[in-house]
């Protein structure tokens, strides 16, 4: 036992005399840990775009709305119902109620052209004609300017988001869309989900202006709980006259979602990982360079009678130091640079734009820490093993 | 080039440390030709789009579609050479996740058109005989080892099945090949009057036009010409040059260029240290004998000059093979990344600015230690270390 605290105490006194010698090798020092600052900051900052994004598609559906589309359909693109369908969808069974009827909403789903505040060039803004329900069956929607749009009126309420990112959507404005113009009366947030990067519209004046007669694309209905799901969904799959697809709207978005995050994650890990691969040799060329620089000094340790093992450690201890210090550093940068900073990219299945903020997660910031400490470990490792292995009668002599 | 082996010499006196920096500069210029190649990926389209060709979609959005007639009419317009259309079929192979291009179009007015698809002319008569001919592209043929002979079913939920069918059928009648390194051939291109006379909805509808102009030079004026022509019809028209298309589309994904930038000044500011801070450890190890060498008679030019030969070797052997091994990867790897990235090369451009990173990067990596190394006065270096 007296021999364990003994060993422990050489590893703490060589481990706190190297690390309180780092200030005489500032130079080599700071380079190493600003090499994995810069691996930590791209790798967060990169994967805090696909956190955002996917974010925004999956804050968007609470468990207990579902959304029903043509069977087939891969978006509310390439969706289609009559009138007398979503009727029939409507009167389904699971939907909650309230004093106007079912809380359901038979809606439409276009794009239209409108320029990009940031750039000019023109870009596919989502436009939806929802019926007066769709505010009690989302449940999020708020306004923050102006009121709700009235019915039969050309009249359009904005996303937060869109309005942030398109040109022209400001409140009391007119755009002009084909043979139609609409008056925008409001803005809305809508809990930061994707709705807030669409435009909405009474679906009754939308579908002349898009000849789509009496058509909708999709009903988005509120359920009595999220139990209700499998009931809803088997009695219209059961029903003869409907051939139709039912997702809850949190599986439907994330599903939406999948491409783009998957793509932007895959991208982000590469990009990390060859950054991580050239920080690691400026880690282990740094540490070869502080073992080699104190040569005499670990020669002088062992020759009082220090161990090898806390010679190692203490030189582990420094590039883990050095390296959390770079992680923590490039992770906070990313933080204060990158955080809730909104940009706008299409979703890849209904083409049209999305604005979402980038979000640097606590979990990202754990990542980043990770990253940091398995790097600072690997540089650290063969440099102490060849501290370790020093012969101390040369190790004395050097220079 | 007679000091190159006193270079080398001191190259090799830690050699541990020169093959460490040169692998972090090699890594930086490896990723430094995947982003460009992304950024091909991205810009392709637009590099390659025809100078003399526009593209006429519906004012609204691109998802909607035009009456078929607006061919004959674009036609007339003074200036147009040539129109051909095409749509978005959107078909689905097997699962969603198999997505590629499809795109009904009229066979001699599309490859007229385009010249830069390159189809043998005997699968190209074959395509004009057989109805539900397809013509694929070559990348598109090695991602499924599709072959001259094969049927693909797709089915499409845009536009529906035919009639008592439960998918579309097409043969593979002809693989094209791409004119240029960049042009995409990972789609699929198909008969209209088959799909015309299949689809259950939306028969006689065109997704968009591309026209041949006469001059390139009056792209703008043509463009207005025909958006004058709908103007105030149901299905106002917007035509662009084609460039300008691709560009903006490129651009709704984001701003590809903007992010590549700050990944790489990231990159190349964080190696810039490691080689710098490397490149001044060498120097000072050295000083003893940088002051014999002057005692010598080397003049501080030549010394100034030794020391950044060394950092300028160490950037060149670790940025070419970098660079090289990104080029000849992309080669490789292309076929992989086809559903994502229909097109992925390093540019010959890009190889060269690498080239041209990989010398500044040694120079002013060298250009501290080199200064330092000028300025030691002789006595003092002599006496440093003893």
Redesign the interface.
């Known amino acids: 036992m007296r021999d364990f605290m003994n060993w422990l105490s050489q590893i703490f006194s060589v481990a706190f005399f190297n690390l309180r010698t780092i200030p005489e090798r500032k130079?080599?020092a700071v380079?190493a840990a600003?090499?994995i600052a810069?691996?930590v900051?791209?790798l967060v900052?990169?994967l805090a775009i696909a956190e955002g994004f996917r974010r925004a598609l999956t804050v968007s559906g609470s468990p207990d709305v579902a959304i029903v589309l043509r069977s087939?359909?891969?978006s509310e693109?390439?969706?289609g119902f009559s009138r007398d369908e979503t009727r029939m969808i409507a009167d389904a069974p699971g939907i909650a109620r309230n004093a106007q009827g079912p809380l359901a909403s038979a809606e439409l789903f276009?794009?239209?052209?409108l320029p990009?505040r940031s750039?000019g060039?023109?870009?596919?803004v989502p436009l939806r004609g929802i019926e007066a329900q769709a505010f009690d069956v989302r449940g999020n929607v708020a306004m923050v300017q102006g009121r709700r749009f009235e019915r039969g009126k050309n009249e359009i309420i904005v996303g937060v988001g869109a309005a942030r990112a398109f040109g022209g959507l400001d409140l009391d404005r007119e755009i002009r869309?084909?043979?139609n113009t609409w008056r925008i009366v409001g803005i809305f947030t809508a809990g930061g989900g994707v709705a807030e990067s669409e435009i909405w519209s009474d679906a009754a004046v939308l579908q002349p202006a898009?000849?789509r007669n009496d058509n909708y694309q999709s009903v988005t209905a509120r359920l009595h709980s999220a139990a209700a799901f499998q009931e809803f969904k088997d009695a219209l799959t059961a029903n003869p006259q409907l051939t139709v697809k039912v997702a809850r709207l949190s599986d439907f978005f994330a599903e939406q979602s999948t491409f783009t995050t998957d793509?932007i994650t895959k991208?982000g890990v590469?990009?990390a990982a060859?950054?991580a691969?050239?920080?690691l040799?400026?880690a282990?060329?740094?540490m070869?360079?502080a073992v080699a620089a104190r040569t005499r000094e670990i020669a002088t340790l062992r020759a009082l009678g220090f161990g090898s093992i806390p010679v190692v450690i203490s030189v582990l201890a420094e590039s883990f130091a050095l390296a959390l210090a770079g992680g923590a550093f490039g992770a906070l940068a990313a933080y204060f640079v990158f955080n809730g900073y909104t940009?706008?990219?299409?979703n890849a299945q209904t083409?049209s734009?999305v604005t979402f903020a980038f979000a640097v997660t606590p979990r990202l910031l754990v990542l980043a820490i990770v990253w940091a400490a398995v790097l600072g470990l690997i540089g650290g490792l063969f440099p102490a093993i060849r501290a370790a292995r020093l012969s101390i009668a040369s190790g004395l002599r050097e220079? | 080039m007679k000091f190159f082996g006193l270079v080398w010499s001191n190259l090799k006196r830690k050699k541990l440390r020169a093959v460490l920096t040169t692998l972090s500069i090699f890594v930086a210029f490896l990723l430094f030709g995947f982003l460009c190649a992304i950024k091909a990926a991205f810009t392709a389209g637009v590099t390659l789009a025809g100078k003399d060709r526009l593209m006429v979609r519906h004012k609204i959005s691109i998802i909607q579609s035009l009456p078929q007639s607006y061919e004959q009419r674009i036609g007339q317009i003074p200036g147009v050479d040539a129109v051909a259309g095409q749509s978005w079929f959107g078909g689905i192979y097997k699962e969603p996740k198999n997505f590629f291009a499809s795109i009904p179009v009229e066979p001699e007015k599309f490859l007229a058109m385009f010249p830069e698809y390159l189809v043998p002319p005997g699968e190209k008569e074959a395509w004009l005989k057989v109805r539900n001919g397809a013509i694929i592209g070559r990348t598109l043929a090695k991602r499924f080892q599709f072959k001259v002979g094969d049927h693909i079913p797709l089915t499409s939920p845009i536009w529906g099945e035919p009639a008592g069918k439960s998918h579309w059928d097409f043969e593979v009648v002809g693989i094209y090949d791409g004119q240029k390194t960049g042009t995409d051939t990972s789609g699929m291109f198909f008969r209209y009057d088959y799909f015309d006379e299949a689809r259950p909805r939306g028969k006689g509808e065109i997704g968009w036009f591309s026209v041949r102009i006469r001059n390139a030079d009056q792209s703008a004026e043509i463009a207005k010409k025909i958006d004058d022509e709908f103007a105030n019809s149901p299905n106002e028209t917007k035509a662009e040059s084609e460039a300008a298309m691709i560009a903006g589309f490129a651009q709704q994904v984001g701003d590809i260029g903007t992010i590549l930038m700050a990944v790489l000044s990231a990159v190349f500011f964080t190696i810039l240290l490691v080689v710098g801070n490397a490149m001044g450890q060498a120097v000072r190890e050295r000083t003893e004998e940088i002051g014999v060498l002057k005692a010598i008679g080397f003049t501080n030019e030549r010394v100034l000059f030794l020391v950044l030969l060394e950092s300028c070797v160490i950037a060149l052997v670790g940025g070419l093979l970098g660079l090289g091994l990104a080029w000849l990867l992309a080669l490789l790897l292309g076929g992989l990344v086809a559903s994502i990235l229909p097109v992925f090369y390093v540019p010959g451009r890009d190889l060269l600015l690498g080239a041209g990173f990989v010398l500044v990067l040694g120079l002013v990596a060298g250009i501290f230690p080199a200064m330092q190394a000028m300025r030691l006065r002789i006595a003092e270096a002599l006496r440093r270390n003893a």
Do not use: R
């Open positions: 130079g080599a380079t600003i090499g810069g691996v900051a791209v900052s990169v087939g359909a891969d693109m390439t969706s276009v794009i239209i052209d990009k750039t060039m023109s870009a596919n869309v084909g043979q898009y000849n793509f991208i590469f990009i060859l950054m691969l050239g920080a040799f400026a282990l060329n740094t070869y360079n940009a706008t990219t299409m083409f734009q220079t």
